[in-house]
């Protein structure tokens, strides 16, 4: 093997090898020095493609080892690789020519410890949890519909581009974008930096603070997402007044600020829909609710105004109360004289015959007891009728007021349900007002038209020969097709902060 590599010719006379001989020779000294070993270290990155082999990396503090186990000696480990492990492996150390690279071919398997990053993991997540920091009651209600969110992430990677797009299709709200790291040494001071600066924003300044953070990473491997598990990162995301969505990883990722985060999305994706909810939808619900309320306003006046109407006719005329009364009076007026006058025949009929049989005196005395007898009778009647008279003229009083004060009731109560209403509708306008097409494009937004349609998409817009862009105090007509960046991608909708 030593006549392989001599040189005992000089430099010029020496031997010339092929690639794949010097590759050939330097695998025969490897797998000769190293026919089986067994090596201890933390399962790194793990990949189980279809043809059923397992490839992982063996590291630990300084160096990484590739390692691959075939399929049929996966099948017969009692162990499976799995990420975090600590591990010690047997196998045998070979070469793979095709990348120049040396890699370990692992027979078996058996467990060494929890893996030094999962331990790590865990023993500060249990410390944290300790202080409180993943309590149920320490998390904040998300905003239903957030005016400007602050998403911390790497502004050249997939995810913003994600989140904007799915912003923009349900709900297009302002986003303020933090540059960040996402992995890497820089990656957890970054991010707390970026927590705690969107909650230092105060209110009514010249950058608008935001009502909703979202913290965003793709997928990755543990060591990949390693700093959204620093202590840093925990404890900015615990201490945030604003209410904050952690979207790190896939579904299946699991990183500490998920716990003490207000609440958790699988995919940054999802955050986007949790953040805000779909406007189509919100306005089919204010349509329909708008029309059950004029329903319901109509249908309730016409009610009331039935039930009026019929109280109404339900009670009875004046005319109808006092008329029987002056009937009767009426009548007794004109049977009175010929009362009288009848009487008074009677008894001058009866007092003739008598009038004979007594002496003048007698019968002056006898004609002034029944004077004054009649006299007395007279002024008893007089009263009686009087009283008659004044207790018919109260009782039609009486009525009168009781009719007016049911019909004061009846008029306050309709009053003060109208005035209700009213307010209710009032209300409903201002609302109606505030998510309508002035008061959003007040808030920046634009609706572009395209030959005098409304334009949508970008190829309606290269389609239009003449394009009017509508703002709040106006009106803009521009040329028609736009022209495309030298990339041949037309610039997106945001414009970049950096």
């Not at 707390?192 to 990755?220: E, Q, T």
């Not at 009686?384 to 207790?391: E, G, V």
């Amino acid at each position: 093997m030593s006549d392989l590599f001599e040189d005992p010719v000089p430099a010029g006379n020496a031997p010339e090898f092929t690639v794949s001989e010097l590759s050939g020779a330097v695998k025969r000294v490897i797998e000769g020095e190293f026919g089986l070993v067994r090596v201890r270290g933390e399962i790194g990155r793990v990949s189980r493609p279809a043809s059923g082999h397992s490839y992982f990396d063996l590291k630990d503090d300084r160096a990484v080892l590739a390692a691959i186990s075939w399929k049929g000696q996966v099948a017969r480990m009692q162990v499976k690789p799995e990420e975090g492990m600590e591990v010690i492996a047997t196998g045998r150390l070979t070469t793979f020519p095709g990348q120049s690279k040396y890699q370990l071919i692992v027979e078996d398997m058996v467990l060494a410890g929890a893996g030094a990053l999962m331990a790590l993991l865990e023993k500060r997540r249990m410390a944290l949890a300790a202080e409180g920091l993943f309590d149920a009651d320490r998390r904040q209600a998300i905003p239903f519909l957030p005016q400007v969110i602050g998403v911390v992430t790497s502004p050249s990677g997939a995810v913003i581009r994600d989140i904007l797009h799915r912003l923009r299709d349900r709900f297009p709200r302002h986003v303020l974008i933090w540059p960040v790291a996402v992995q890497g040494a820089n990656c957890a001071p970054e991010v707390a930096a970026a927590i705690r600066g969107f909650n230092a924003i105060a209110p009514g300044g010249p950058i608008p603070r935001p009502d909703l953070i979202i913290v965003a990473r793709g997928g990755g491997s543990l060591e990949d997402l390693w700093g959204f598990n620093e202590e840093a990162v925990v404890r900015a995301a615990a201490e945030s007044a604003i209410p904050l969505i952690s979207a790190v990883g896939h579904e299946t990722d699991t990183t500490l600020i998920d716990f003490a985060a207000d609440r958790r999305a699988p995919t940054p994706t999802a955050a986007a829909e949790m953040a805000v909810p779909v406007r189509l939808d919100l306005l089919a619900t204010l349509d329909g609710q708008g029309a059950r309320l004029s329903r319901a306003v109509a249908q309730g006046v016409s009610l009331r105004g039935q039930r009026l109407r019929d109280l109404a006719r339900a009670l009875p005329r004046v005319e109808a109360l006092t008329g029987p009364a002056r009937q009767r009076f009426d009548l007794w007026t004109g049977r009175l004289g010929g009362a009288l006058g009848a009487a008074n025949a009677r008894k001058r009929a009866a007092f003739d015959p008598l009038a004979a049989l007594i002496r003048p005196r007698l019968l002056d005395e006898m004609l002034r007891r029944r004077r004054d007898r009649l006299d007395q009778e007279t002024r008893l009647l007089s009263a009686s009728f009087s009283r008659f008279l004044a207790d018919a003229a109260r009782k039609t009083r009486q009525d009168r007021a009781d009719l007016a004060a049911k019909a004061a009731r009846i008029d306050t109560a309709t009053r003060q349900r109208f005035r209700q209403l009213a307010d209710r509708l009032e209300a409903l306008e201002r609302t109606r007002a505030s998510l309508g097409h002035a008061e959003t494009l007040k808030r920046g937004f634009a609706i572009v038209r395209g030959d005098g349609a409304v334009v949508t998409t970008k190829a309606g817009a290269e389609a239009a020969t003449l394009l009017e862009i509508e703002f709040q105090d106006g009106r803009l007509t521009v040329g028609g097709r736009t022209r495309k960046g030298s990339s041949g991608k037309e610039p997106p909708g945001q414009g970049s902060l950096f």
